[in-house]
């Protein structure tokens, strides 16, 4: 099974994200990460301290480090995908999005980029081209039209394979294209998918929200493409 929901297949570009789990963005921002489903997880808000982390109850366990201002977060074993809040000692609330996986403990550093602007480091192309890929991941997990997309429905049947029913539910239309599927296991044997099986020219990136099916069982996948002019 592939430790990472969200792949991105962007060649030389750099993914922050996922380069040693460095979350940059601002707190309006769902900031994307993997965290392991059997040990705690290291989060800390760079230059900053923890005040707090919310979530659904149940769902998570934190263990505080007052000394350090970090956290350790441990998902319930059966949660595939979390959203948590992490209030800082600044007053500011990061969401984080994330996707439980069966991978050794993560650490996550959420960075601010308005504290990177300050020390000087420029954003170039490729850092505005990851945000908006995040930005449109988003929009497909939460079902939202951004402003300058336009969102269409439908249920198109997609072939794949013959364990699994592909179905297109929504499409987003703009400088880059996302597309939101729900693939079902239609076979009597339990599913273990791997992102990299759904890869075609021109995606950049795939999310999937459960990356084990039992028989019967549907997930939501999710891809951002270049655009039609990309």
């Known amino acids: ?19 040693g789990q460095y979350l940059e963005g601002s707190p309006d921002d769902g900031l994307i990460a993997t965290v392991s489903r059997s040990e705690p997880n290291l989060i800390r808000v760079e230059g900053r301290k923890i005040r707090s982390i919310h979530g659904v109850e149940g769902e998570f366990f934190v263990t505080p480090d007052k000394e350090t201002g970090t956290a350790y977060l441990k998902p319930n074993p059966d949660k595939h995908f979390l959203s948590v809040f992490v209030a800082d000692d600044a007053g500011r609330n990061w969401k984080l999005m994330l996707k439980v996986a069966d991978v050794p403990a993560e650490t996550l550093v959420i960075r601010d980029r308005s504290r990177a602007r300050v020390e000087g480091k420029a954003f170039n192309a490729d ?19 951004p402003e300058d997309m336009t969102a269409r429905d439908t249920l198109e049947i997609v072939p794949l394979w013959n364990e699994a029913r592909f179905v297109l539910v929504r499409t987003l ?3 880059l294209i996302g597309e939101k599927y729900q693939l079902t ?20 990136a795939i999310m999937v929200d459960s ?3 039992e028989p019967g069982e549907a997930t939501n996948v999710m891809v951002v493409l270049e655009g039609r002019d990309g």
Request: hydrophobic share 50%; proline share 2%.
């Open 1 to 19: 099974m592939s430790a990472m929901a969200l792949a991105l297949f962007l060649g030389s570009v750099s993914v922050p994200v996922f380069s």
């Open 127 to 145: 850092d505005s081209r990851n945000s908006a890929i995040r930005r449109v991941m988003l929009a497909l997990e939460r079902d939202a039209e």
């Open 173 to 175: 239309d703009g400088a």
């Open 185 to 204: 296991n239609v076979s009597s044997s339990r599913m273990v998918i791997d992102e990299r099986e759904l890869y075609r020219r021109g995606v950049l």
């Open 211 to 213: 990356l084990e099916l």
